[in-house]
């Protein structure tokens, strides 16, 4: 490895693929250290029996605007444009259709409080109807969108996520993290198993230390997610207490998933869909056979991906069956076995889900996305002021981040 590169890109996720796809090309020399035995970081397909089953982002959110889609179309991905099963409860099981037309209406209540007389506390628990039906569906939702209850949300964050997205929401068959991972440009060089451990910064040079040696780039991109940044796992220079600050106020939420394998013959439909208990705001919500593959895919937020962390793996499994087995019967799911399941609390480089900005911080995204001394810049879905805790949010500011480098490694 060159050791004195003229960008090191610290993270391979998204972000940080994206920014060495913009950096290729450009007669620099770069170098991408990763924690991980892997690229992709949040983008993690599973290769699995059943089919590739994506652990982390499987979604190509706003897919009518995502970057992602024309490079999944130039590289010859097969991508599977809509819909999708949510918002219709399978056959109605354990939710009626006026319950689920009177949480349509609590939930779009609750957005337009939020976006046209949003609390003065900016807390979105408080545009919550005291009277509503509905808090603990909400709060579930909330879990699925934002990682943590409404209590923790700043409504500003939570409408200018809301306001941007476009509701398309496409899929890679083979897997999103697949498709990201593959990204990384030929002849980068890449080193995986490779933390960075600390970072020094002088008025002549940026040293980067690594377990194999320091690295004094001319420049640096750092990728990793908030709670990286806030944590002391890595020894940052005290010029960068302002954007800890800021990722103290945009901490990982608690998202994970489960696939249990369909085995066997079995009822469950291909491109169904349920809420295990809408009364519950820890609930498990179920995609059945995405993409005709023998899995059910069981996504946790919040309360509910709190507890599975807690509880573990075993206990998580056994709850989604519980709440499988009160909707479509018994017998019905005995043909579910538990397959794969993720860890992202436990995964010491990422350590959650995907950011949400605490009550009154949501201007701490800019912050975060702004650069120290035109040497160090920032990317990562958190650094996005409205594509936040999405692929293509971690892509974009990627590539926002390695055009300033090229400017600045252009104007001395
Ligand atoms: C369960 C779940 C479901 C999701 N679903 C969707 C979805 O459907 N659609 C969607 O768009 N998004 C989804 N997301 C969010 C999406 O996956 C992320 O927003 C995105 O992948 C983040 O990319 P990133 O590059 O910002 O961060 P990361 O992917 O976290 O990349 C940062 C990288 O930095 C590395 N790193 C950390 N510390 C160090 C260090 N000291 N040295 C070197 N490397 C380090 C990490 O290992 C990681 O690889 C989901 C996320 C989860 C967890």
Redesign the pocket.
């Known amino acids: 490895m060159n050791s004195e590169p003229d960008v090191v890109i ?8 994206s920014a060495a796809m913009a950096l290729a090309g450009h007669g620099l020399d770069i170098v991408v ?4 035995d892997r ?5 993690w397909t599973r290769k699995t029996r059943a089919g590739p089953l ?8 706003s897919a009518d605007r995502n970057p992602w889609v024309g490079i999944a179309e130039r590289s010859g991905f097969e991508v599977v444009r809509g819909p999708t099963a949510w918002g219709s409860q399978f056959q109605d099981l354990g939710f009626s259709p006026e319950e689920q037309r009177s949480v349509r209406e609590e939930s779009s209540a609750l957005f337009e409080r939020l976006s046209r007389w949003p609390p003065a506390s900016d807390r979105a628990s408080d545009a919550l109807d005291p009277h509503g039906r509905w808090t603990a569906w909400l709060q579930a939702k909330s879990g699925f969108g934002n990682g943590d209850e409404l209590e923790r949300i700043s409504a500003r964050d939570y409408v200018a996520y809301e306001s941007s997205s476009t509701n398309h929401n496409w899929r890679v068959s083979s897997g ?1 993290g697949t498709l ?1 991972s593959s990204s990384m440009p030929q002849g980068v060089d890449v080193h995986l198993n ?4 600390s970072l020094g910064l002088s008025w002549r040079r940026i040293e980067i230390g690594t377990p194999v040696g320091v690295l004094y780039p001319r420049t640096v991109i750092i ?3 908030t709670d ?1 940044l806030s944590s002391d ?2 020894a940052w220079p005290q010029e960068f207490d302002p954007w800890r600050e800021a990722a103290h106020k945009l901490p990982l939420g608690n ?3 489960l696939f249990l394998e369909i085995v066997g013959r079995s009822d469950f439909q291909a491109e169904t869909y349920v809420v295990g208990n809408p009364r519950d705001p820890a609930t498990g919500s179920y995609y059945i056979r995405p993409l005709d593959m023998p899995v059910v895919e069981c ?1 946790l937020g919040g309360a509910g991906a709190r507890r599975a962390e807690q509880e573990g793996a075993q206990a998580a499994f056994d709850a989604a069956l519980a709440q499988l087995r009160s909707l479509f019967g018994h017998r019905a799911c005995k043909c579910l076995k538990p397959l794969v399941s ?1 860890d ?1 609390a436990g ?1 010491a ?2 350590g ?3 950011s949400h900005a605490l009550p009154t911080h949501a201007e701490a995204r800019d912050k975060l996305a702004s650069s120290l001394d035109a040497r160090v810049f920032f ?4 650094t996005h002021a409205t594509d ?7 892509f974009e ?2 590539r926002r981040a390695a055009l300033a480098v090229i400017e600045s490694l252009r104007c001395p």
């Open positions: 610290v993270g391979a996720g998204a972000a940080g693929i250290i990763e924690a991980l690229t992709g970081g949040r983008g994506d652990l982390g982002c499987g979604w190509l959110h999103y990201i490779t933390p960075l451990q990728t990793v997610s990286a796992a890595i998202n994970e998933k996504f993720s992202w995964t480089p990422i959650g889900g995907y990317a990562g879905e958190a936040f805790s999405t692929a293509h949010g971690a500011s990627g």
